[in-house]
């Protein structure tokens, strides 16, 4: 039963967000445009600073390297679908 709902649950709240962004798509060019501008930093900060924690997502956590581009590497090797989850 929890295996289906884990599927089903995130499909919900696509839906969800497709729908609330449908609005979007009525508003004036140059609104709508500062509007996805802005909504697409503060998602990238948001990745940014939770997986920096290493305290949510990923089973495998991203660690400090020999050089710039593997501490690179390492953070952004996230795990679409991790091999242990919170309901398995």
Known sequence: ???SLYLIV???GVMMA???AGELLT???ARRR???VRL???STAGFVLLSASN???DPSPWSHRASALFNLMSFLNCTKYP???FFC
């Open 1 to 3: 039963m929890v295996g």
């Open 10 to 12: 995130p499909w919900v």
């Open 18 to 20: 497709g729908y609330a």
């Open 27 to 29: 508003w004036a060019p």
């Open 34 to 36: 500062r509007t996805l």
């Open 40 to 42: 697409g930093w503060v």
């Open 55 to 57: 305290l949510y997502g």
């Open 83 to 85: 091999h242990r989850s």
